[in-house]
């Protein structure tokens, strides 16, 4: 039969399979999607199942997309009827055609995004007269956004402490808020339903009934939400396919939960279990490897895995000197596969952190080597990016009303559309662009103005600041003017709002400063020039034969002839998060582990011997995980790369023995001590975490002022002046000095550096 054949025997018994509860636990590359894919066709050609009984969930909706066009190539026709898709999307055809059962609903509800959340919650704690610095709006959605992945409603909300039972308050106004506007979040998508099965047994029967076959890939990634719905749709028919490998469980921290796999076989006692035991995707090298990093997890079942392509070629370690010298490496390295007769688009760069691609990008766009990149926006492209640089720009020139249109309210500081458009007009009659007229109107009280006298305390404020960016922008070295704008903004509490997507978008704001350090010596102009120029060939879109990019979490599931996985370093891969909690730990084991097998035939580690990154430059030191790798899987050093010489070149300029040239203080002996690649087996010791280090300067932040109105203060470029008031702000303290001769300046404390004179 043609759709058994290339199946191996296991592969086959899951596939053609009785129907009933069935438990396909596998490794990597062993078959498992392809034994999903096989078998909904064998549900519909062999067993005569009707399409549309059929409800295959997928991770994302792309991997719905190529099951779908897998299948109709494997039965050469229609699968049309076929539910297939991701949890959030299949919920959400049941609600649109059901909600009208939920209380307060109708189907035209809409769907809510974070930034909606984030007002709903704000609304909440103001109708409750909560104080939303005291109880941060991120941290009461997280808890919501916890209850509802965990099936746990407002109303079952356990109120154990106060800042419990608060939650619990915030989380039913917040639920009475969404319900006024018809909307629902990504998480009510789910529970919505499940509640929905729970009060409407009938309805419950009619799905149950009309998807008799439920298939669910990658399940050690569910949360217990869509645990209890699949639990509760295949409850009548029990033809529940699910696959799965607890060693590839990758996103705990949005409530995936792999013991999810102990509580199918509870609650399917009778549940059959497949193991799949051959691998097809990748060498036996590359398998030596990822077996040999994963066995160090506790807590794990071990499962076989074998594979005939036996031998292949070593994985290569590479140091690089720093990040865009890794990036550098990965391109000529790409070059020199392509030259030997492998195709671009073979090839995988992935990294643990979105930050990270910055540096790749620009050498891909350096090189004029085009790129795909997967699941996130190109850097320059990210939103935090385009915010900061935008108020670079204006500082530059003010008359940017493009820039100034964009963050003229972000972060939000109350000038809403209407003072918006006044603005304009008014800037329009007094001839000048937006934010001269605010910087004018900052400077002095006394023109006539069309604004309110709250719209004109909004301007001004922000006029204030910008006169005072502008004073300085020639002076100061863009790093620093950048701090400043972040600092005097508070964009960071804008942007990053706890959630691992904020601290990511906190960490490319970071990284973006990391850049502007670097360009220390270039003026703000040139500095802005190199970043338009990057920017814009940024929008040359590779082809489908073009390298991908992509973080270790997007590849899942996914296969590449080549991979090369960068920034093996302890604070990256594991990330500083993991490094004092082993469950985390486990978790970037994991990581690591599904970033190798991701590799058919050849797998390059890269490492940098000093890295710029969240900030700070500091020497890295290589991933504990390079010490799991067996000696005889690596290649050695010595036989490197073209490009190596390159960073040879680099790295010779760099006096290894003078202390002077070290980094910093103690490193020198972790710089000797990183040099050689081979050594990459002695655990070296951990430098502090360098993403903590950003976050333990903001709390070390003083909380109490330290100026007041009336001292003497000197400043290393202002010179001397005299406190006219501070003020606590976030994190830090403003202080307005009058200077003699530079005139009046708003400062952050922990950047101004001020000089008490008495
Ligand atoms: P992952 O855990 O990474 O999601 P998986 O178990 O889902 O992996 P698949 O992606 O289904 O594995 O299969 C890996 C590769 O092996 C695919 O290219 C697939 O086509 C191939 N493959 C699977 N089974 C066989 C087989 N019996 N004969 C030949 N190739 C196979
Ligand atoms: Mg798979």
Redesign the pocket.
């Known amino acids: 039969m043609d759709l058994l054949h ?3 025997p296991a ?1 086959r018994a899951a596939v053609s399979a009785e129907p009933g509860p069935i438990l396909v636990l ?1 490794g ?7 034994v999903l894919t096989h078998r909904i066709a064998y549900l519909v050609t062999e067993l005569g199942v009707a399409p549309w009984h059929i409800m295959a969930v997928t991770f994302t909706n792309k991997a719905a997309r190529e099951m779908r066009e897998r299948i109709e190539k494997l039965m050469g026709g229609s699968m049309r009827g076929v539910m297939m898709g991701t949890f959030h999307s299949s919920c959400v055809r049941i609600l649109r055609r059901e909600v009208d059962h939920l209380v307060g609903y109708d189907r035209n509800f809409v769907i809510f995004d974070s930034d909606d959340q984030k007002q709903v919650v704000k609304q909440a704690l103001k109708d409750l007269n909560l104080d939303d610095k005291r109880f941060q709006p991120a941290k009461m959605l997280s808890g919501i956004s916890t209850a509802k992945s965990e099936l746990v409603t407002a109303e079952q909300y356990e109120a154990a402490n106060y800042v419990a039972e608060i939650t619990k308050r915030v989380y039913k106004r917040y639920q009475e808020i969404l319900i006024a506007n018809n909307a629902m979040d990504f998480d009510d998508l789910l529970l919505n339903t499940v509640l929905l099965f729970d009060g409407n047994p009938d309805v419950l029967r009619a799905y149950q009934e009309r998807y008799q076959h439920i298939l669910v890939d990658e399940f050690q990634d569910t949360n217990s939400v869509q645990y209890e719905l699949v639990k509760r749709l295949s409850a009548l028919h029990q033809h529940i396919f699910v696959v799965g ?1 607890a060693d ?1 469980s990758i996103y705990k921290w949005r409530g995936a939960d792999f013991r999810n796999i102990r509580r199918f076989e509870k609650q399917f006692p009778g549940a059959r279990q497949i193991l799949l035991e051959q691998n ?2 990748s060498t036996q090298l590359i398998l030596d490897a990822a077996k040999a990093v994963i066995k160090r997890n506790s807590d794990r079942v071990h499962k076989e895995l074998f594979t005939e392509r036996r031998g292949g070629e070593r994985l290569v370690i590479h140091e690089a000197y720093n990040e865009s010298d890794e990036g550098q490496y990965v391109v000529d390295s790409i070059a020199m596969l392509t030259a030997q007769g492998r195709e671009p688009g073979d090839v995988a760069v992935m990294y643990r952190t979105n930050a990270q691609s910055r540096a790749l990008e620009e050498a891909f766009i350096r090189a004029g080597l085009p790129y795909r990149l997967v699941g996130a926006q190109r850097f320059y492209g990210r939103r935090e990016v385009k915010d900061v640089i935008a108020y670079l720009r204006l500082i530059h020139n003010p008359r940017d009303d493009v820039s100034f249109g964009r963050i003229i309210n972000v972060p939000k500081r109350a000038i809403g559309r209407t003072t918006q458009m006044q603005i304009q007009q008014y800037a329009q009659q007094i001839g000048f662009s937006s934010a001269e007229a605010v910087m004018l109107l900052a400077g002095d009280a006394t023109l006539p103005h069309p604004f309110s006298a709250r719209a004109f305390n909004a301007l001004s404020h922000f006029g204030n600041l910008l006169n005072g960016w502008v004073a300085v922008r020639d002076a100061m070295p863009v790093g620093e003017l950048l701090d400043l704008v972040l600092e005097q903004t508070d964009y960071r509490s804008y942007i990053d709002d706890d959630t691992p997507e904020g601290a990511s978008r906190w960490e490319n704001v970071i990284e973006l400063r990391g850049v502007a350090s670097e360009a220390d010596d270039t003026s703000l102009a040139d500095f802005l020039e190199q970043v338009a120029l990057v920017a814009d060939a940024d929008r040359t879109e590779g082809g489908p034969n073009a390298p991908t990019l992509l973080t270790l979490h997007a590849a899942k ?1 996914l ?1 590449f002839p080549i991979v090369f996985i960068t920034g093996v370093e302890d604070g990256i891969l594991p990330h500083s998060r993991s490094l004092d909690d082993m469950e985390e730990m486990a978790e970037e084991r994991r990581l690591f582990y599904v970033g190798l ?1 991701r590799a058919e035939d050849r797998v390059y580690l890269t490492r940098t011997f000093r890295r710029t990154l969240w900030g700070n430059s500091d020497v890295a030191v290589p991933s504990r995980f390079l010490q799991d790798l067996p000696a005889d899987v690596v290649e050695s050093a010595a036989g490197s790369h073209s490009s190596r010489q390159q960073s040879q070149s680099r790295m010779t300029s760099w006096n290894w023995s003078n202390p002077d040239n070290a980094p910093r203080g103690r490193s020198t002996h972790r710089a000797r001590a990183s040099r050689p690649t081979t050594e990459y087996r002695t655990r070296q010791p951990l430098p502090p975490s360098r993403s903590a280090q950003p976050e333990r300067e903001r709390q070390s932040a003083p909380i109490q002022a330290q100026f007041k109105t009336g001292q003497r203060v000197r400043h290393g470029k202002f010179g001397e002046g005299i406190v006219i008031e501070s003020k606590l702000t976030g994190n830090d303290e403003e202080v307005t000095v009058a200077f003699s001769a530079a005139g009046i300046k708003r400062l952050a404390a922990s950047f101004a550096k001020l000089e008490l004179l008495e």
Do not use: C, V
């Open positions: 290339g199946l191996n592969q596998a990597p590359g062993s078959g498992k999607t392809r490998d590839q097809y995707r599931g296969e097998t």
